[in-house]
């Protein structure tokens, strides 16, 4: 019995040990998420820039097409006032071809000040770059141990559940059937408690000297009146703290 006893707490780890597991590949997606923002953070200023920086090629990208559709208003002018016969046609196309070359020249003065945004922010992003670099560097490393991590937990869940496997079936099958109804039943899951100190470790509940003598003794199967667990005895536990005993 002392053995299925020892079976029994193995089996409990191992489950205790996949609830852990469990629960960190859970929350996964939500600790990914959580390196990004740290460092969505810290790139906060470059991100910035370089926001500044494509706002200004697209801007400038703009322009220049306004540009292009100003000078062929402007040419269109000029063909009619080559052809203008009468003066109002005359007043008509010069005052076009005017406006047209005052447009383009207030759009010329954009593309030098978009020009000028792309290249102050272009030229501080060029200083920054090592900082860039190790950024991004230390993201991606921060990524792989994360990856690492998970893969490990993974790995470790399934030598748990193989274990928990092994240990069930080892068991007596009324014992396997006992430790499945309760873990079933409690909300931790948790089905064994150790019995110190004249008490339940997980209920509190007193125990009885005979019922402590019993466990102590480990010749069967004792559960906890009060919360149903199996209850153990852990010798080395009290060599190990004597003087609260
Ligand atoms: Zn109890």
């Given at each position: 019995?002392?053995?299925?006893?020892?079976?029994?707490?193995?089996?409990?780890?191992?489950?205790?040990?996949?609830?852990?597991?469990?629960?960190?590949?859970?929350?996964?997606?939500?600790?990914?998420?959580?390196?990004?923002?740290?460092?969505?953070?810290?790139?906060?200023?470059?991100?910035?820039?370089?926001?500044?920086?494509?706002?200004?090629?697209?801007?400038?990208?703009?322009?220049?097409?306004?540009?292009?559709?100003?000078?062929?208003?402007?040419?269109?002018?000029?063909?009619?006032?080559?052809?203008?016969?009468?003066?109002?046609?005359?007043?008509?196309?010069?005052?076009?071809?005017?406006?047209?070359?005052?447009?383009i020249s207030a759009f010329e003065t954009q593309v030098l000040e978009q020009m000028e945004v792309f290249e102050t922010a272009e030229k501080e992003l060029a200083e920054r770059a090592p900082e860039v670099e190790k950024l991004r560097g230390e993201m991606e490393a921060s990524f792989k141990a994360f990856d690492?991590?998970?893969?490990?937990?993974?790995?470790?869940?399934?030598?748990?559940?193989?274990?928990?496997?092994?240990?069930?079936?080892?068991?007596?099958?009324?014992?396997?059937?006992?430790?499945?109804?309760?873990?079933?039943?409690?909300?931790?899951?948790?089905?064994?408690?150790?019995?110190?100190?004249?008490?339940?470790?997980?209920?509190?509940?007193?125990?009885?000297?005979?019922?402590?003598?019993?466990?102590?003794?480990?010749?069967?199967?004792?559960?906890?009146?009060?919360?149903?667990?199996?209850?153990?005895?852990?010798?080395?536990?009290?060599?190990?703290?004597?003087?609260?005993?």
């Amino acid at each position: 019995m002392k053995a299925e006893l020892a079976q029994l707490i193995a089996l409990q780890n191992a489950d205790s040990n996949i609830r852990t597991l469990q629960a960190e590949i859970e929350s996964i997606p939500q600790r990914r998420v959580e390196i990004e923002k740290e460092f969505d953070q810290r790139a906060f200023e470059i991100r910035a820039l370089e926001e500044n920086r494509d706002t200004a090629f697209q801007e400038r990208a703009r322009v220049e097409a306004e540009i292009f559709e100003q000078k062929q208003r402007a040419e269109r002018a000029d063909r009619n006032l080559m052809a203008a016969k009468k003066p109002d046609e005359y007043t008509a196309a010069i005052r076009e071809a005017d406006a047209a070359r005052k447009q383009i020249s207030a759009f010329e003065t954009q593309v030098l000040e978009q020009m000028e945004v792309f290249e102050t922010a272009e030229k501080e992003l060029a200083e920054r770059a090592p900082e860039v670099e190790k950024l991004r560097g230390e993201m991606e490393a921060s990524f792989k141990a994360f990856d690492e991590q998970a893969k490990v937990q993974q790995q470790q869940l399934e030598v748990a559940r193989a274990e928990h496997e092994r240990l069930l079936r080892e068991l007596p099958k009324t014992t396997s059937a006992l430790y499945k109804r309760i873990s079933s039943r409690i909300r931790d899951g948790v089905a064994l408690a150790e019995a110190r100190n004249g008490a339940c470790m997980a209920c509190y509940m007193s125990l009885r000297p005979q019922i402590m003598s019993e466990v102590r003794r480990g010749a069967e199967i004792i559960t906890c009146d009060n919360c149903n667990r199996i209850l153990y005895y852990a010798p080395d536990k009290k060599a190990a703290q004597p003087a609260g005993v």
